[in-house]
């Protein structure tokens, strides 16, 4: 059977056992505290907590995960072996309340011997026998059904039966909640298959567990204790990989004598064979026993497995929607990337080929998980993107390498350089320690380590933000908003009185302002009490629920008086109408991008709404318009909105939940017409067409692979359309054009401009090349180095740049000085050769000097730094600068 067969048959198999098949989760996690989807469980945990309703009692599936960070992280194992990955498919079978531990391990024993004909005698299981100290008891039940299965066979229990502790044994979900004893399936793959179970739990390639069956029958007290579930549950997961590298390994159980490997699949075999057609180097399956110390073999067959693995990874999480980027799991996303275009490089591997590679993971797997055929063209534009820009990274980073190499004493690099490398020029720490590593050197990782938290604290320190931390000084519990639907005239009694430096805080029992949360501000508006108006000026809210009205010092109030409360009702129309339209935006890019787009954050106010997502590239302009023509239609069709509280365990399936909020057991579930449902606590109009006018204001990148929209609707849209129309008057009137007219007249001025800017540069360049001609015969040679210094006339910094490399590239000289003049002040450069550098000579310090000389600003490295000056310059005298 190759994998898909593997599959379907154990999708089937559990499907005539009465299973309900369900689809794979996104690789991007529900729960906060993960990376990324890493277990089959992960889709069902709401189910084990007892937070979401049980719609079926028995569940199967194939499970895409990814094991590359955090608790279960596999990506540095990855390509030392041939059984560690990245991404694997997790087959998994359920039982919610249903059958246990009988049925599992009947089930499991009949796919595995009936159906897929695995060698009885190759088979070992293991069972949990709690070392001192740890929880529960010894798994008797397991036990015993396992020796009657082993008896039954003519196979001895105390040979194919072993005892296991926590470590291996027993599955906990967290600290606390469900967990139970596990007993994992082993096969032996030694070449006479008589290992007696000796190589179990081993770390051997010739003895791999392929299944683990987990009992969830306890529940685990914060104080340590474990008390039994209601409702005993069974969760099971197989590696895909595994079984199916196992069977093509040994074809079909009848040939041992072969190393095993997950790679012998078809499901990398496709891949390898792209590798191959693209470098001309082969797979031959060869397994370093030394990784200091490997052959040219075992460092190609090293490579083709990491490039194999991460391809896959990639492709499946780019899929679901996860880009690479700067933090969390999309550095991961992007570390897996940069750490196979390393790989890529040892097999001479053609740039700009991942998409290649992507296209056969695309074409494989697509009809397994569609998302990828959908997700495909966002898929190959951010691989190549990535693999683009590291390139270039990765070429400006080697050579800087190399020089630190060359000047490296005693084998250690120290950790001021490699931090000058990575902060300076982006090139990942990981990567230079690899390749260190390859040249048998050492990085101080201490000293980069110290120099990276001093930039943090630097950084830390120099934002300087001012807060008010009220909120664990409230007593009190949760406020009672009235505010969806009452503004004004609300009465209410002072429950406390909050002073701060600047401003005093009211907490009131109920109330009708709406407290800044889930992006949309707090509401202004004004308190009524004994004749004397106060404003208020925002409203804040705590963890508790507790909603803080922000006023005035030195109010006279008092705890217990009356009140009537005030919203400032039209600034709070804007702010629903804002957020209503973020709702239907969302959908919109949804609809229009793709079903990767996921919320990244969101401000609401009076004034526009901001809404970040995950996209990798900018959006065309005939996406935005296509964003706006269908905001647009849906206020036209002034479809209703509305709210509703249900139990959180009760949330449509096709409601969106944002995932990194924290919810109660009640939400609120927000529906625009038949197009949008999502939870949200934030307030809304009453229907579509009251938002008016929909317009996109601007569209821009904040990180790598995020973006940004600002928009407007309502009033401020209106001013917005105003203000772009009084903007096309006033061209009109200034060029003496009509409507039509004015955009021809501008790219005429444009091309004027452009027209006498490049004569204008023709005749500098032939000044320039006079000038540096003439600096260059006027070298000055000392201490066995020539330098040259010199003023230009410039339109750019660039333009100087661009003069010093040429000048240290053809070896014209080995430092380089050069001053241009610019409309305003000028700016000086300075270029250091390696042999410069060599000598002590460092440009940065030299660019320093210059600065104090003329009272300017500048900064850089050893190689390359620059200095602005406020004034232009005639000419400068290196001797007063006793640079040499």
């Known amino acids: 059977m190759n994998s898909a067969e593997l599959r379907q048959s154990f999708l089937n198999f559990f499907k005539e056992k009465q299973h309900k098949i369900v689809s794979s989760a996104s690789l991007l996690p529900e729960s906060p505290n993960l990376l990324f989807t890493n277990a089959g469980m992960n889709q069902f945990t709401p189910i084990l907590l007892e937070e979401r309703a049980i719609q079926f009692s028995r569940a199967a599936d194939t499970q895409k995960c990814i094991r590359a960070g955090g608790k279960h992280n596999d990506l540095e194992d990855v390509g030392f072996d041939t059984y560690h990955h990245t991404f694997f498919e997790m087959l998994g079978n359920w039982s919610f309340g249903d059958y246990f531990k009988k049925e599992s391990i009947e089930f499991a024993w009949e796919l595995l011997t009936k159906i897929w004909h695995f060698p009885r005698k190759r088979l070992y299981v293991t069972v949990y026998s709690p070392g001192e100290g740890e929880p529960a008891e010894f798994d008797w039940e397991a036990y015993q059904y396992w020796e009657y299965i082993f008896e039954k066979e003519g196979l001895s229990p105390a040979v194919h039966i072993l005892k296991f502790g926590k470590k291996e044994n027993f599955w906990m979900m967290g600290d606390t ?236 690099i120290s950790g001021h350089d490699a931090f000058t490398l990575y902060d300076t020029y982006g090139f990942p720490f990981d990567l230079m320690q690899l390749i260190a590593k390859e040249r048998g050197l050492k990085i101080n990782e201490k000293n980069f380590q110290d120099e990276l938290e001093m930039q943090k604290k630097r950084a830390r320190d120099a934002q300087k933000k001012s807060q008010i931390v009220v909120t664990d000084e409230v007593l009190n519990g949760a406020t009672q908003f009235i505010g969806y639907g009452e503004f004004e005239g609300i009465e209410a009694e002072i429950l406390q009185i909050i002073p701060t430096n600047d401003a005093t805080f009211l907490v009131v029992d109920r109330t009708p302002f709406y407290g800044e949360m889930g992006g949309e501000v707090g509401d202004t508006g004004s308190l009524f009490s004994g004749g004397q108006t106060i404003p208020i000026v925002d409203t804040l809210r705590n963890s508790q629920g507790t909603f803080l009205h922000k006023t005035v010092r030195n109010v006279a109030l008092n705890i217990g008086e009356k009140v009537t409360l005030n919203v400032n009702i039209a600034r709070r129309m804007e702010i629903q109408r804002h957020h209503t339209a973020t709702h239907i935006m969302h959908e919109a890019l949804r609809k229009i991008l793709g079903g990767h787009i996921k919320q990244c954050g969101s401000y609401v106010s009076e004034c526009g709404l901001r809404f970040d997502f995950n996209h990798f590239t900018a959006l065309t302009q005939n996406e935005l318009r296509s964003v706006e023509d269908f905001v647009n239609t849906i206020i036209l069709k002034n479809l209703s909105v509305t709210a509703k509280e249900v139990p959180f365990k009760e949330i449509p399936a096709a409601c969106i939940a944002h995932f990194n909020e924290k919810y109660g057991e009640m939400v609120r579930v927000l529906s625009i017409g038949d197009i949008s449902m999502e939870l949200c606590g934030g307030c809304h109009v009453s229907s579509t067409g009251e938002l008016g006018i929909f317009k996109i204001a601007k569209e821009s990148a904040i990180a790598a692979g995020i973006r940004r929209i600002e928009a407007v609707v309502g009033h401020t849209a209106k001013e917005y359309v105003d203000c772009h129309i009084a903007l096309v008057n006033e061209l009109e009137r200034q060029f003496s054009a009509k409507n039509d007219e004015v955009l021809m007249k501008i790219q005429h001025l444009r091309q004027t401009k452009n027209s006498l800017e490049r004569r204008l540069r023709t005749i500098l360049e032939k000044n320039n090349r006079q000038i540096f001609n003439e600096v260059c015969q006027r070298a000055i040679y000392e201490n066995d180095l020539k330098k040259i210094h010199g003023v230009f006339e410039i339109e750019t910094h660039n333009d100087l740049r661009s003069l010093g490399t040429l000048a240290i590239k053809k070896e014209v000289c080995d430092i380089a000085i050069l001053a241009g003049n610019l409309l305003e002040g000028a700016v000086v450069t300075v270029n250091c050769s390696p042999k410069g550098v060599e000598k002590n000579y460092d440009a940065s310090r030299i660019a320093q000097q210059i600065a104090e000389k003329f009272g300017g600003k500048g900064g850089g490295n050893f190689a390359f730094a620059t200095v602005n000056v406020p004034q232009k310059l005639e000419s400068f005298d290196l001797d007063s600068l006793k640079i040499f």
């Open 177 to 412: 909640g469900p967990c139970g004893p596990c007993s994992e399936i082993h096969i032996d793959l030694t070449e006479d298959g008589n290992s007696q179970g000796q190589l179990v739990n081993r770390d051997s390639p010739f003895c791999i567990e392929i299944w683990n069956l987990v009992f969830m029958q306890f529940n685990a007290q914060a104080d340590g204790t474990f008390i039994p579930l209601k409702s005993k549950h069974v969760d099971t997961g197989m590696g895909l990989e595994r079984v199916a590298g196992i069977i093509k390994t040994t074809n079909n159980f009848s040939n041992f004598s072969s190393y095993p490997s997950n790679y012998n699949s078809d499901l990398f075999i496709g891949i390898f064979d792209k590798i191959t057609a693209l470098c001309g180097k082969t797979y031959q399956g060869t397994v370093a026993t030394n990784c200091e110390s490997m052959v040219e073999q075992e460092k190609i067959d090293f490579a083709f497995r990491v490039i194999a693995d991460h391809i896959r990874a990639l492709t499946f999480a780019i899929g679901d929607g996860i880009l690479p980027g700067n933090e969390g799991r999309h550095y991961v996303l992007r570390k897996i990337l940069r750490r196979a275009i390393i790989f890529a490089k040892r097999l001479r591997f053609p740039v700009g080929n991942f998409t290649i590679l992507a296209e056969v993971v695309i074409e494989q797997m697509a009809p397994i998980f569609p998302e990828l055929q959908c997700n495909r063209k966002i898929i190959l534009e951010t691989i190549g993107a990535e693999e683009v820009m590291f390139e270039k990274t990765l070429n400006r980073g080697i050579v800087l390498l190399e020089d630190i190499f060359s000047r490296t004493k005693d084998g250690e």
